[in-house]
T-cell receptor, first 113, second 111 residues
């Protein structure tokens, strides 16, 4: 069976500090991978998606970047955090069959102070 | 552009009081409509995929139905443990398999 991991679970960082969030998927190969941010009352905002190693598409211009160094690893980064980067960050993967439903990781709660 | 609207934003029920959540969608060629459950501080948990109008799926006290313009999530005799935010999403196809999500319905079931 497939499993998706995210770490860390929670993070408190000062403004201007760097960020690295990691997501890994087990039990599947060549998945599509997604990063979302969820703010209170605003729903899920798609930030980046990747259809393969080194292939990143950005949905929203912002202070963040993403990388996919390995098939089942997806990293969300920032060089300098802003207060507005606070939120709940979710990684998801798609099974490339059927209707392409997405499966989510447990999330990372980021607070920028 | 695909759009998903969920209503109501919040719903409070008494234990055993059945009700329905609504998901209205606009999409150019539906590939699939999805329902998720999200508990506070956790990632969304996949519940159902509906592919075409007339289709129904059931899981315990939940039943999802689909028409050409909307989907309903019926909750029969809910229990407090059914309290969560329920998210609806659609996929209109394309090479990147992106989903469009609604903002969710926060369901609270009181004992």
């Amino acid at each position: 069976s497939q499993t998706i991991h995210q770490w860390p679970a929670t993070l408190v960082q000062p403004v201007g500090s760097p960020l690295s969030l990691e997501c890994t998927v087990e039990g599947t190969s060549n998945p599509n991978l997604y990063w979302y941010r969820q703010a209170a009352g605003r729903g899920l905002q798609l930030l980046f998606y990747s259809v393969g190693i080194g292939q990143i598409s950005s949905e929203v211009p912002q202070n963040l970047s993403a990388s996919r160094p390995q098939d089942r690893q997806f990293i969300l980064s920032s060089k300098k955090l802003l207060l507005s980067d606070s939120g709940f960050y979710l990684c998801a993967w798609t099974r490339l069959t059927g209707a392409y439903e997405q499966y989510f990781g447990p999330g990372t709660r980021l607070t920028v102070t | 552009e695909d759009q998903v609207t969920q209503s109501p934003e919040a719903l409070r029920l008494q234990e055993g009081e059945s009700s329905s959540l609504n998901c209205s969608y606009t999409v150019s060629g539906l590939r699939g409509l999805f329902w998720y459950r999200q508990d506070p501080g956790k990632g969304p948990e996949f519940l159902f995929t509906l592919y075409s109008a007339g289709e129904e799926k059931e899981k315990e006290r939940l039943k999802a139905t689909l028409t050409k313009k909307e989907s309903f999530l019926h909750i029969t005799a809910p229990k407090p443990e059914d309290s969560a935010t329920y998210l609806c999403a659609v996929n209109s196809g394309g090479s990147n398999y992106k989903l469009t999500f609604g903002k969710g319905t926060l369901l609270t079931v009181n004992p």
